[in-house]
């Protein structure tokens, strides 16, 4: 994103989250844990995983908001795709 809008003036920002999707599937914890016992290292970083999908999307769209490097964050929507039905809704 930060590329799109200082290199190419991307204005508005589509965030498209889906039902259905793995990161809801476990948690940060529970993957950290699996990486190390197959592994042997602990990563340093979580892997992003969530519960709510909604709330998923507002803390998306906040953080694309609060970033330095995306200065044009007036228009930024997000939507959940149904993979069942192919409808999309947007989250507020």
Request: proline share 3%; hydrophobic share 35%; with cysteine.
């Amino acid at each position: 994103l930060a590329i799109s809008q200082h290199e190419l003036g991307t204005e508005e920002i589509v965030l498209l989250h889906h039902t259905k999707c793995g990161m809801q599937t476990f948690t940060d914890e529970e993957f950290a844990q699996k990486l190390e016992s197959e592994t042997g290292a602990r990563p340093e970083w979580g892997a992003g995983a969530f519960a709510d999908l909604d709330q998923n999307v507002r803390d998306s769209i906040e953080t694309i908001r609060s970033s330095p490097f995306i200065p044009r964050t007036d228009n930024v929507r997000g939507f959940v795709y149904d993979v069942d039905t192919g409808r999309l809704r947007e989250v507020g």
